[in-house]
């Protein structure tokens, strides 16, 4: 196999055309017979093994720098960068990530994760480059979903009022923007895009500034005419209005003409954009037939695209249950940020779909526009992701707190997510939504209660978030107490430990107390439901009755439930000792949920073995 000589950018410089294209067909067997396995991103991957090819034989690496936007189509990168073997344990405890990551090696440049960040860190990796006095080049790659977030047009305005040398690759794998403009636009494009109209482009225009009287107004003539055409036909006119010069757009598929194009533009010394048009999950026919679903996907077979069948979901309950609350209150709306499949609401976008909005991948926007929303009368209920919901802070403050208005945040993702590591754990999310005046915040400890909270938020006539985690309820429990702000509940009565819990963290505490009556520990049960504002009065009622207080939160410790619980006791002059048990300070890495748990001491055999500890100091 080609693939298995590949241990070094260079060595795919060394490669003829038809060695090229069977490396091609065989990276993308590796990677449906890879993925099928460990899981993971493999449609995006599909669609870009060409342009990775591409810029590999192009370009230097490391000394040239690629970021690739989001990063989970860098899995061909990382396999042209030495890393085959690594895919064995991808995304797995300790093995490889499956995001780009400079800790991991030297041709990653950049940590990425989120979309819309590669043009601001490419321009900040030219810049500093430049302040070297250095000569090498620096690439974004980013894809037309990521195209809709803001800060890629921030960037993109910024890069554009400079000279600064670097390219932007658009990897258009929708073809929305060739479609619009069809065959003039393409054929305009193919010509200028060879070498040859660019010497014949620069002759004329020195030869008319030659001529005299006639020769400027001429040129300024001409000039004018083919700005028109632009505007007409071409559709790289906002990148050139921008300050970029745009190329495209070229088949993402075809090796050869890529290279053709990257080595004009390696040429050149300015901001340049170039457009290519790929097609998601290429080469593999159950990917390219449905490109969502195998996005990201967990293990399946790879010889009928099947993967493992899933039970229900907290995300698809929390769908269901707003299609229900939704059909009794047609004032209630849905927003995603190009998540309605992740986020369980494809059933209300083809039951309500007047009241469905899909903004795109733009959170700040997705959180103001809720905003507006609801100053409309109406109560829009935002699914977001919880590690994407970092980007609307501001929003939240500003723009729905602030104002006090009914606003839903529906939080999926809460807490461990696993396999896709630091940039998608839902780690902050108690700590930064508890510190914002006006805003209540709950978490379901099963389906039951996650049906129970919804119906309560979209009805408090205030702002409120309803976090939960990903996947299926570690627990179910009998108990239908109703939810009242700022209430918890008692799910099992003890009289020397009382595990207070929320979240995720029920079902643990739940399974760790039945570990301390093994050891003849009598222990409560307190489901705090809401970590703000907390049920203050049964928390300090419990504590008064037992010898160790422990809380349980599936967040970092820092500013999270823990701290808030601490506060309230010490304010109360409470001498019960407290056990906080949570996630540290530090960003957690990539690895199954189990694994996770396990490596912190957060599941239940660990947090009943530090209690029996604390019980004896």
Known sequence: MILDQIKHPSDVKKLSKAEIRQLALEIRTFLVESVSRTGGHLASNLGVVELTLALHYVYSLPEDKIIWDV???SYVHKLLTGRKAEFEHLRQWGGMAGFP?????KYDSFNTGHSSTSISAA???AAARDLKGE??????VIGDGSMTGGMAYEALNNVGATNTDMLVILNDNSMSISKNVGGVSQYLNRLTNREGYYKLKTGIDKALHKIPLIGEPLFRGLRKMKNKLNYMLVPGVVFQELGFHYYGPVNGHDFQKLVTV????????EPALLHIYTKKGKGYTFAENSPGRFHGISSFDPLTGE???KGTD????FGETLCDLAEKNNKICAITAAMPEGTGLQKFSKQFPERFFDVGIAEQHAVTFGAGLAMGGYIPVFAVYSSFLQRGYDQIVHDVAIQNLPVVFGIDRAGVVGEDGETHQGMLDLAFLTQIPNLTVLAPADFSELRRMLSFAVNLGGPVAVRYPRGGEYHSYEDKTPVTLGKGRILKEGNEVALFAIGRMVGIAYETAELLEQRGISTSVIDLRFAKPLDESLILNQVNHVKLAVVLEDGCITGGVCEH???LLYGAGVQTPMLSKAFPDAFIPHGSVDAIFEHYGMNSAAIAESVTEALKE
């Open 135 to 140: 000569s090498s080049k620096v690439i974004a």
């Open 565 to 567: 619980v601490a506060s």
């Open 101 to 105: 990551k400079t800790s991991e090696s």
């Open 314 to 317: 907290f995300s698809s309950v």
């Open 262 to 269: 990257l080595e004009h533009i390696k040429g050149k010394q």
């Open 123 to 125: 321009y900040g990796l």
């Open 71 to 73: 990063g989970h189509q």
């Open 307 to 309: 993967g493992k069948r």
